[in-house]
């Protein structure tokens, strides 16, 4: 048996979106199950993210803290963001981000993971890149709003990260996947051998 995810749509009798917002919408859709049944599906529909673990040379990786209303936190992340146009290519969307959330440009860029990431209640897919060969960005920083203009900057150690991880005290889906992704890669077959960063990502199809 190949342990793969595959592509599979059920049949849809019908659909409707009762809600729809700035940037994320929620559906309702009646889906047939396997015995005929139709049971009705609520669901978040997401245009997509993508997430930048930024490694320097001392082996640090880049962290902001932002307060995040939904889960009444403030919380340590790496630089992430929407797919803000469809079809949006997610390298350049990435490096977008590390640019306006850290001033921070990168020579080096792979793909670590690809990730739903709460495919039982929300469509979005994130992209997460291993950014390397760091230096200032050049030009004037970008004007943060909102909960970005109180945002805080970091670069820790990964072994204090992992630690941090694993006793529960960093939370961000992000952060948490691309860390032990970026573990895991060191472990096998090293970072370079991970996944060029235009790879195909079938969850968000773009142009190269």
């Given at each position: ?6 592509a ?11 809600f ?26 997401h ?27 403030r ?7 929407l ?29 670590l ?26 030009g ?14 970091a ?16 939370h961000h889906?992000a952060?948490?996947?691309g860390?032990?992704?970026l573990?895991?890669a ?16 079938p969850?968000?199809p773009?142009e190269a």
């Amino acid at each position: 048996m190949t342990i793969k995810d595959s592509a599979e749509a059920w049949e849809i009798r019908a659909t409707e979106t009762p809600f729809v917002g700035n940037k994320t919408s929620v559906r309702t859709d009646e889906v047939v199950m396997p015995n005929g049944s139709v049971v009705r599906r609520d669901y978040q529909v997401h245009p997509g993210s993508v997430a930048v673990l930024a490694l320097d040379a001392e082996d640090r990786v880049l962290l902001i803290r932002q307060y995040r209303h939904p889960v009444r936190q403030r919380l340590w992340e790496i630089p992430a963001g929407l797919l803000d146009v469809p079809g949006e290519n997610p390298l350049h969307a990435a490096q977008r981000e590390l640019y306006e959330e850290a001033h921070v440009k990168a020579e080096d860029w792979r793909v670590l993971t690809d990730v739903y990431t709460t495919p039982g209640g929300c469509d979005e897919s994130v992209r997460i890149f291993l950014a390397r060969e760091l230096s200032e960005a050049d030009g004037e920083r970008f004007a943060a709003e909102d909960e970005e203009a109180d945002m805080e900057h970091a670069r820790v150690p990964v072994d204090e990260l992992v630690r941090g991880v694993l006793a529960g005290e960093l939370h961000h889906n992000a952060l948490v996947v691309g860390l032990l992704s970026l573990v895991a890669a060191r472990g096998g077959d090293g970072l370079d051998a991970l996944r060029p960063a235009e790879a195909p990502w079938p969850a968000r199809p773009f142009e190269a």
